[in-house]
């Protein structure tokens, strides 16, 4: 937990969120301003600033963190198969587009158009 992070808030039922998974390690909520049909953020539970703090030693939780979001995806509405998919982002730095400083993974999708802000950059 670090003082005044709002998504440490978050993770710790301190302030509401639109939960869609909990477990030991990651918490997982609908982004409040979504930029598709689909829009999630998932969250490891102990405050990392950013990618720019990961280390060798975070691979395995960072892996476990991918690893759910097909799962995820499939459950909150993300098209299955080719034809489907999602979109996952980590924004990272100021010059990254990150925002808040809590490393998060968007995870974007559901039938097209999205928001511009959710398509690739130029
Ligand atoms: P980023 O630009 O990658 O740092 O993304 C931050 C995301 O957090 C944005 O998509 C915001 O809409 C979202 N966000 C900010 N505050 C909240 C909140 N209280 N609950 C849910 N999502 C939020
Ligand atoms: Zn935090």
Redesign the pocket.
């Known amino acids: 937990m670090s003082d005044n992070c709002?998504f440490c808030k978050?993770a710790k039922g301190d302030?509401p969120?639109k939960k869609a998974y909990e477990d030991e390690d990651f918490f997982v909520?609908?982004?409040?301003?979504p930029?598709a049909p689909v829009h999630l953020?998932v969250i490891p539970k102990h405050h990392v600033v950013s990618m720019q703090a990961v280390q060798a030693d975070d691979a395995q939780w960072l892996g476990r963190m991918m690893a759910l979001a097909p799962k995820l995806a499939q459950e909150n509405g993300c098209t299955p198969g080719h034809e489907g998919g999602f979109r996952l982002?980590i924004?990272t730095g100021i010059e990254g587009?990150?925002?808040?400083d809590h490393l998060?993974m968007?995870i974007i999708g559901g039938p097209r158009p999205w928001d511009k802000r959710a398509a690739p950059a130029a």
């Open positions: 709002l978050i302030i969120s909520f609908h982004d409040i301003n930029a953020l982002v924004n587009g990150q925002e808040i998060h968007h």
